[in-house]
Every structure is written in structure tokens, then in C-alpha cells.
């Protein structure tokens, strides 16, 4: 079993940067597929991206494709989320999930939760 957790989030102005950490412990964070979700208020959890276990495919939501990228260190047991140009549609609380084998983009098919991060941007 692997917990996760994630960093990084908080308050950034219109086209600024971020960049989202999600740190596994308790197991080896190559065995999974990554994830990413974001859930804002009143909204159901969406998916943002996801990376396979060896980093080498990635794939994105519409609506964050071209300014997120993900990206892994498994020798850190580490998953990053780089998100950039951020826009106020992007404050929501982000999530890192993890499934054994291939990730997923439907938030019912992963099997662990990190707590999530906030992110907020606002001028």
C-alpha cells in the first residue's frame, strides 16, 4: 500500500507558475500509475493528467493541455505537476492518485488518495 502526499500549492496570481509535489512512501512508486485530479467547490473531481509508471507517457486534459506538464522521479519516489499560465479556472484543490499498473483518467478507477493541495489563482 503507498501513501501520498502532496506540496506546493497556494496563492499565485493570473499566468504565474506553479509547481505541485506528490511524495509516495510505504511502497515504490514505479509500480504505479500516476494521476493527477483537481476538485473545485460545488464541482465534481476531474481528471488533469496522468504519466505512466516509467514517465514516458503522459497525457492531459483539454483544458490544461500545453500548460501543465507531469513528470516522475522514481529513484525520489517523487510525482511532479508543473502548471503554468495559470488561469482563475485552475483554483481548485489538486490531488495525486495512484493504480497499480495503468493509471486512469476516471477518479474511480485509482486506488490511493493523497489529502490534496490548494491552489488558488487570483489577482
Known amino acids: 500500500q503507498v501513501q501520498l502526499v502532496e506540496s506546493g500549492g497556494g496563492l499565485v496570481q493570473p499566468g504565474g507558475s506553479l509547481r505541485l509535489s506528490c511524495a509516495a512512501s510505504g511502497s515504490t512508486l514505479a509500480y504505479y500509475g500516476i494521476g493527477w485530479f483537481r476538485q473545485a467547490p460545488g464541482k465534481e473531481r476531474e481528471f488533469v493528467g496522468r504519466?505512466?509508471?516509467?514517465?514516458?507517457?503522459?497525457n492531459y486534459a483539454d483544458s490544461v493541455k500545453g500548460r501543465f506538464t507531469i513528470s516522475r522521479d522514481n529513484a525520489k519516489n517523487t510525482e511532479y505537476l508543473q502548471m503554468n499560465n495559470l488561469k482563475p479556472e485552475d483554483t481548485a484543490v489538486y490531488y495525486c492518485a495512484a493504480r497499480a499498473g495503468v493509471s486512469s483518467t476516471n477518479a474511480f478507477d485509482m486506488d490511493y488518495w493523497g489529502k490534496g493541495t490548494q491552489v488558488t489563482v487570483s489577482s
Open positions: 504519466i505512466s509508471r516509467n514517465g514516458v507517457i503522459t
